[in-house]
């Protein structure tokens, strides 16, 4: 909503262009599902993250459309069953996409004797096809979308103040606008990461659980299988977290490129050229983020603080 959020730890600062042109920033607490040690182990740590994004980035989309009219509007702050049924049609949603479309057009081509069942590995082929191209053809179609490609002008912006800051030196509008607006660690790359190593597990532990058990009913083998994949989220999330790590943190190189590359190529749908004055918002979402303590030097036009 005419925002941009930025994280820094256990506190994230959102800013918000209002109607009348000015800026409207918040320095907020990052709700989390990992205090506890042990949820922050890696090959742990990814799904908790996965769950806590999505509930901060509701919080913050609800509080941006509040801030958008000057903090004393109509609209209310989300309350925590609000929150939950949101976040549970989000991932209704999710599912319905991205797993259990799939799973129906991959039996569609069992049915025209262009694929196997279940338990061969060509079922699991058209699956991660059918799944790569609803992805990608989403991605595509919510950008055609005007109110949804400026959300993406200001990911770019969100990318390129973060490239300035991880460069040194001041951060401002002008300098930033000059960075790359892809970045190696956005949620686009890990929904990715997530879609292919789904592909993999799916291929490889589908088959193995049927060869253990195999329900007689056809419905309730789909439906066992369909339930199977629901759970591999959690294994499959929490690898996709490693690996996006992994990959940001990798030196230049032919490894770095190769892991990066899909990533990055994606991003060029989701992560648009954003202007001036959305470079603006997304330098004071930076500086509301990184709060007094600063190192670096935050160069912001004026704003208010809500």
Not at 29 to 53: H, Q, S, Y
Not at 113 to 136: A, Q, S
Request: proline share 7%; charged share 20%.
């Amino acid at each position: 909503m005419e925002g941009v959020m930025m994280r820094n730890g256990d506190v994230y600062g959102l800013a918000v262009r209002q109607p009348d042109g000015g800026i409207l920033a918040r320095r907020l607490p990052w709700f989390t599902l990992t205090r506890r040690p042990w949820l922050r182990m890696p090959f742990v740590r990814g799904f908790p993250i996965l769950l806590e994004t999505l509930v901060n980035g509701i919080r913050a989309l609800n509080r941006s459309v509040e801030m958008a009219e000057g903090g004393h509007g109509d609209a209310a702050p989300l309350s925590p069953w609000q929150v939950f049924l949101s976040l549970g049609l989000a991932l209704l949603m999710a599912v319905g996409l991205f797993v259990v479309a799939p799973h129906l057009l991959s039996l569609i081509m069992l049915w025209l004797n262009l694929g196997g069942d279940v338990e061969g590995l060509t079922f699991h082929l058209w699956d991660g096809f059918f799944k790569c191209c609803i992805f990608v053809a989403y991605i595509w179609l919510i950008s055609l979308v005007p109110e949804i490609r400026r959300v993406f002008q200001y990911h770019g912006a969100e990318h390129k103040t973060i490239h300035a800051f991880e460069s040194g030196g001041p951060v401002e509008a002008c300098g930033a606008r000059g960075m790359s607006r892809l970045h190696p660690r956005c949620g686009t790359t890990f929904l990715l990461f997530v879609i292919c190593i789904s592909i993999i597990l799916q291929a490889l532990l589908v088959p193995l659980l049927l060869a253990v058990w195999t329900p007689e009913s056809a419905f309730a083998k789909h439906a066992l299988t369909i339930g199977f994949k629901l759970l591999l989220v959690i294994p499959i999330s929490a690898l996709a977290y490693e690996l996006i790590r992994y990959a940001a943190r990798l030196p230049d190189g032919p490894r770095a490129k190769l892991l990066r590359a899909p990533g990055l190529a994606l991003q060029r749908l989701t992560a648009h050229e954003p202007d001036e004055r959305q470079m603006e918002v997304a330098v004071v979402a930076l500086a509301e983020a990184l709060g007094r303590d600063a190192d670096t030097e935050i160069r912001t036009p004026p704003y208010s603080r809500l």
